[in-house]
Protein backbone atom coordinates (compact mmCIF):
# COMPACT_ATOMS: atom_id res chain seq x y z
CA UNK A 1 0.00 0.00 0.00
CA UNK A 2 1.45 3.20 -1.05
CA UNK A 3 0.44 7.34 -1.63
CA UNK A 4 0.58 8.69 -4.99
CA UNK A 5 3.65 9.93 -3.54
CA UNK A 6 5.11 6.96 -4.66
CA UNK A 7 2.58 5.51 -7.41
CA UNK A 8 3.14 8.69 -9.26
CA UNK A 9 6.84 8.57 -9.09
CA UNK A 10 7.60 5.16 -10.39
CA UNK A 11 5.92 2.66 -12.30
CA UNK A 12 3.55 0.00 -11.32
CA UNK A 13 6.31 -2.44 -12.88
CA UNK A 14 9.23 -1.09 -10.80
CA UNK A 15 7.23 -0.45 -7.62
CA UNK A 16 6.40 -4.30 -8.05
CA UNK A 17 9.83 -5.36 -8.60
CA UNK A 18 10.91 -3.77 -5.93
CA UNK A 19 8.60 -4.81 -3.40
CA UNK A 20 8.65 -8.72 -4.21
CA UNK A 21 12.61 -8.59 -4.00
CA UNK A 22 14.24 -11.15 -1.75
CA UNK A 23 14.89 -8.90 1.00
CA UNK A 24 14.06 -7.23 4.18
CA UNK A 25 11.06 -5.42 4.39
CA UNK A 26 12.48 -2.40 6.07
CA UNK A 27 14.53 -2.04 2.91
CA UNK A 28 12.29 -2.92 0.71
CA UNK A 29 10.67 0.21 2.03
CA UNK A 30 13.30 2.53 1.97
CA UNK A 31 14.21 1.49 -1.64
CA UNK A 32 11.07 2.42 -2.38
CA UNK A 33 10.79 5.70 -0.82
CA UNK A 34 14.16 6.16 -2.06
CA UNK A 35 13.39 5.89 -5.69
CA UNK A 36 10.56 8.45 -5.29
CA UNK A 37 12.70 11.29 -4.19
CA UNK A 38 15.63 10.23 -6.83
CA UNK A 39 12.91 10.55 -9.59
CA UNK A 40 11.58 14.14 -8.38
CA UNK A 41 9.94 13.54 -4.59
CA UNK A 42 6.77 15.82 -5.90
CA UNK A 43 4.96 14.67 -2.74
CA UNK A 44 4.91 13.26 0.35
CA UNK A 45 5.86 9.23 -0.08
CA UNK A 46 4.49 6.69 2.78
CA UNK A 47 4.99 3.09 2.18
CA UNK A 48 3.22 -0.06 3.80
CA UNK A 49 4.53 -3.48 3.36
CA UNK A 50 3.36 -6.36 4.40
CA UNK A 51 5.00 -9.95 4.59
CA UNK A 52 2.46 -12.58 3.84
CA UNK A 53 3.48 -16.45 4.35
CA UNK A 54 1.58 -18.87 2.75
CA UNK A 55 0.97 -22.21 4.84
CA UNK A 56 -1.13 -24.76 6.25
CA UNK A 57 -3.44 -27.17 4.23
CA UNK A 58 -4.90 -24.52 2.04
CA UNK A 59 -1.86 -23.07 0.98
CA UNK A 60 -2.60 -22.23 -2.61
CA UNK A 61 -5.14 -19.49 -1.85
Request: proline share 0%.
Given at each position: ??????????????????????????????????????????DNVTVIVIEV?????????
Amino acid sequence: MCTDGLSNMLSDDEILSTATSEREIQSVCHELVDKANLNGGLDNVTVIVIEVELGGEDNDR
